[in-house]
């Protein structure tokens, strides 16, 4: 599966971690941080966003200290669905009954192992459907 990635500074380690640790279960397209040089978010959560927007990727992974800024960025974009997760069941559900098209993490409030746990409940879970397809309708303006 192609993943886009982005992070800013506070959550460079963790992307770096995870490309690793998933090197061969996932394709990553990393459109950076690529130092822990202090940077802005919104530069690296709208590049993600547009494309996963576009349908260039179906998933993307956003990294930052807390996750907000990146996700507030992300949500801008019509059709995604950007979820910030800090334990596996949050990002199960999200991909259940959010259908969730792009993962949160919080890099300042996580481990490393616990984010690999909850990439791992992200990408292997399926959206439901159902009653919970019109309720995702109804998020774009
Ligand atoms: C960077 O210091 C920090 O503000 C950023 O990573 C993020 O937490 C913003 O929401």
Redesign the pocket.
């Known amino acids: 599966m192609k993943i886009i990635i982005g992070s800013?500074?506070?959550?460079y380690e963790m992307k770096e971690y995870l490309k690793t640790r998933f090197a061969t279960e996932y394709d990553w397209h990393d459109v950076g941080a690529y130092s822990a040089e202090s940077v802005d978010?919104p530069d690296f959560a709208h590049p993600v966003a547009a494309a996963v927007a576009e349908g260039k990727f179906a998933k993307g992974v956003l990294i930052?200290?807390?996750g907000?800024?990146v996700a507030m960025t992300a949500n801008k974009h019509n059709g995604v669905r950007a979820a910030l997760c800090w334990n596996a069941e949050i990002a199960k559900l999200a991909r259940q009954h959010n259908d969730a098209n792009i993962i949160v993490l919080p890099a300042?409030f996580i481990s490393n192992e616990l984010a690999a746990e909850i990439i791992e409940a992200f990408f292997k879970t399926e959206f439901e459907g159902g009653r919970h397809a019109r309720r995702i309708g109804k998020i774009n303006l």
Do not use: E, S
């Not at 800013?8 to 959550?11: F, I, K, M, N, T």
């Open positions: 800013d500074h506070a959550g978010y930052c200290g807390t907000n800024g300042r």
